[in-house]
């Protein structure tokens, strides 16, 4: 199975094809959508882009981008809900090691489906669980 989760900043770049998106990460991405299986993406990244965009951290093309890609089915992005089992996966990841809520959430999703995040977020890949980046 191809399928990964994608952290914030990795579903974002990948979107806007940047070059902060790192190779690995790409082609991470890339395999799941030719192959058709899901780029998962955290209900909390959209949340955080929402509020990003609000603040002006981040064009509202982002935003754009990003609701388009979830609400297309052949785009390969689809949303991964914060539920019962997300909530107590949370407690697999260590506050002290990630101490940022989405960023536990973003990695407890990962969990929760037994996939692969793709983050280069340094504190979530001290936290024990499968990176890509």
Sequence with gaps: ????????????WYLLNAKSLSSN???AMDDA????????????????VVYLVEKGKLPAVVL???????????????????????????????????????????AATALDLGLRLITRDSKILKAGIETVW
């Design 1 to 12: 199975m191809a399928a990964v989760v994608a952290d914030t900043h990795a579903a974002v």
């Design 25 to 27: 990460a790409q082609r």
């Design 33 to 48: 959508v030719a192959v058709g299986d899901p780029v998962y993406v955290s209900s909390i990244s959209l949340v955080e």
């Design 64 to 106: 754009d981008r990003l609701t388009s890609a979830l609400s297309q089915a052949d785009s390969g992005f689809v949303i991964a809900p914060l539920n019962f089992s997300v909530a107590l996966a949370i407690r697999q990841i260590s506050r002290e090691t990630v101490p940022d809520m989405p960023d536990r959430i973003i």
